[in-house]
């Protein structure tokens, strides 16, 4: 079965961190480029950030640049985002998916209606982040 398997996700305190993982199962991770993205209820799905095939190229959001990392492992088959000094804002349901097409990174994150355009969404992983 093609999927994705989110993990890493739970309570911290505003300034802590947090390492989330992507599993991929039933296709080889390198041949896509692979996003993180999240989602608050009542709001659209954004993207967090998204790393090319290799890991040479990665994109971040605004809130999240300069706070988050993200990196692959594609023996492993995992994607993973390191996320620093976190703050309330960035409380949300973490997803990660994986670009059918030959977009950029950039491109990826940017993507107005992800959920339409990227594919094998995972159930996600809950990031709470107390005010």
């Known amino acids: 079965q093609l999927q994705f398997a989110e993990s890493g996700g739970g309570l911290v305190q505003p300034g802590g961190s947090l390492k989330l993982s992507c599993a991929a199962s039933?296709?080889?991770?390198?041949?896509?480029?692979v996003g993180w993205f999240r989602q608050v209820p009542g709001k659209s799905r954004e993207g967090v950030s998204c790393?090319?095939?290799?890991?040479?190229?990665?994109s971040y959001s605004d809130s999240a640049g300069g706070r988050f990392t993200i990196s692959r492992d594609n023996r492993k088959k995992i994607v993973y985002l390191q996320m620093d000094n976190l703050q309330p804002e960035d409380t949300a349901v973490y997803y990660c998916?994986?670009?059918?097409?030959?977009?950029?990174?950039?491109?990826?994150?940017?993507?107005?209606?992800?959920?339409?355009?990227?594919?094998?969404w995972g159930k996600g992983t809950l990031v709470a982040v107390p005010s």
């Open positions: 998916a994986r670009d059918p097409l030959q977009r950029d990174v950039h491109g990826m994150c940017s993507l107005t209606h992800p959920e339409n355009d990227l594919e094998y």
């Open positions: 790393i090319s095939e290799s890991g040479g190229w990665t």
């Open positions: 039933g296709f080889n991770l390198g041949g896509y480029k």
